[in-house]
């Protein structure tokens, strides 16, 4: 029976046309993590924080799931169908939809969801609707408490028991498009490599590349397939 967890980064929803963070293009030329992606920044203007998402919420309809989301979302189907015998997890760092859309259910998103929000005063984690404001009631308790539900510099990680427990049983780690900066997601591959093989999967090599047993470079919708095939 094996095992395999593939966490996935900006990098795997680039192909179809969703920014990532540290590129080129990337979201972080743009705006100051410290202003956006913080406790901090959203106490301090939750309109312009709001917005920035907001912006990244407009752009999900206009995107699809790419040949890389549907190759995973085969893989894990193949399982249910017994025409192999393991189980795939996915743990995203990313907070679009976009590997449920491409048919995936075992997507653990640890740095929150886009298209939720969540309750400051009761914790409730509502879907985000077109008219929420930062002053919009709580549909559960009624406070004007919401906020992003993403997991912002500074925060706990969601689902952090539950990643710990698939990555002591998997048997092969892969990761995929993504910088291995952010912690503690970066921190994983360390964490395996005494008892799972572990793979690569970017547009080039990061940082501390060392922990990987194998690196393959290229764009994702054509090394996901290829692997996967
Ligand atoms: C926490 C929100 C503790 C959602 C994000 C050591 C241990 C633990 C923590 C730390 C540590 N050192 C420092 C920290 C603190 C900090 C951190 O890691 N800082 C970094 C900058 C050093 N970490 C935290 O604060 C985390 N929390 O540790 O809490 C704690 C303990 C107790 C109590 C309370 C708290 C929280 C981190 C989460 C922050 N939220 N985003 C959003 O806005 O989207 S992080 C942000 O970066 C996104 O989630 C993003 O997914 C993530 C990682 O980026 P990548 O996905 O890798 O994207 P990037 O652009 O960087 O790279 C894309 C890659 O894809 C590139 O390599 C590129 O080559 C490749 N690529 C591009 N195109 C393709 C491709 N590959 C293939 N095909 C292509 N077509």
Redesign the pocket.
């Known amino acids: 029976m094996q095992h395999i967890v593939v966490l996935?980064?900006?990098?795997?929803s680039?192909?179809s046309g969703l920014q990532?963070?540290?590129?080129a293009d990337?979201?972080?030329n743009h705006e100051r993590?410290e202003d956006?992606?913080t406790p901090e920044g959203f106490r301090r203007d939750p309109l312009r924080v709001d917005c920035f998402?907001n912006g990244?919420r407009a752009q999900l309809p206009g995107v699809q799931p790419n040949a890389?989301h549907h190759a995973l979302a085969r893989l894990e189907q193949a399982a249910r169908q017994g025409q192999w015998l393991g189980e795939i997890t996915i743990i995203t760092?990313?907070?679009d939809d976009l590997h449920e859309r491409a048919g995936s259910h075992n997507v653990i998103h640890?740095?929150?969801e886009?298209l939720r929000l969540l309750c400051t005063h009761c914790r409730a984690t509502p879907h985000w609707h077109t008219d929420c404001y930062p002053d919009t009631p709580c549909p559960h308790c009624g406070q004007p408490a919401l906020r992003p539900d993403?997991?912002?510099?500074?925060?706990?990680?969601y689902h952090m028991d539950t990643i710990a427990r698939h990555l002591a049983a998997c048997d092969l780690f892969v990761a995929?498009?993504?910088?291995?900066?952010?912690?503690?997601?970066?921190?994983f591959v360390e964490s395996v490599t005494d008892h799972a093989d572990t793979m690569l999967?970017?547009?080039?090599v990061?940082q501390e590349p060392s922990a990987f047993e194998q690196i393959i470079l290229?764009?994702?919708?054509r090394?996901i397939p290829n692997w996967t095939r």
């Not at 290229?218 to 919708?221: N, S």
């Open positions: 996935t980064g900006a990098g795997i680039q192909e990532t963070f540290r590129g990337g979201l972080w993590i956006i992606c998402y990244l890389a760092q990313n907070i640890m740095h929150g886009l993403i997991v912002w510099f500074g925060e706990m990680p995929i498009g993504t910088s291995g900066i952010v912690y503690p997601a970066a921190g999967f970017n547009l080039e990061p290229g764009p994702a919708t090394t």
